[in-house]
């Protein structure tokens, strides 16, 4: 299983950016799909998680800004980033937790390669 993220790019403060995150291969179910990030200088974050039946969390510092999303039939998770701030600034990550159809009662946890997003003026 691959994840390709894309969508990141600089954007000033206040601006907007949609991140996707495509799911690919021999995938049989995908129970969990997440973005983090990660800042410089600093760890590796929660921002948001959408479950199998829709459900969402945020982190704190994103509640009200971004909004997660997916696609079942494209295995694709998206994160609709507004009112965007300089501390939002970071490498974000999708995260999902598979089964693949070779091995469909194990789950898998798989990493994107990341997408910058930077927030500057």
């Known amino acids: 299983v691959q994840l390709v993220e894309s969508g990141g790019g600089l954007v000033q403060p206040g601006g907007s950016l949609r991140l996707s995150c495509a799911a690919s291969?021999?995938?049989?179910?995908?129970?969990?799909m997440a973005w983090y990030r990660q800042a410089p200088g600093k760890e590796r974050e929660f921002v948001a998680s959408i479950g199998v039946g829709g459900s969402t969390r945020y982190a704190s510092s994103v509640k009200g800004r971004f909004t997660i999303s997916r696609d079942n039939a494209k295995n694709t998770m998206y994160l609709q980033m507004n009112s965007l701030k300089s501390e939002d600034t970071a490498v974000y990550y999708c995260?999902?937790?598979?089964?693949?159809?070779?091995?469909?009662?194990?789950?898998?946890?798989?990493w994107g390669q990341g997408t910058l997003v930077t927030v500057s003026s």
């Open positions: 291969g021999s995938i049989f179910s995908i129970n969990y």
């Open positions: 995260h999902e937790v598979v089964r693949l159809r070779t091995n469909p009662a194990n789950d898998q946890s798989v």
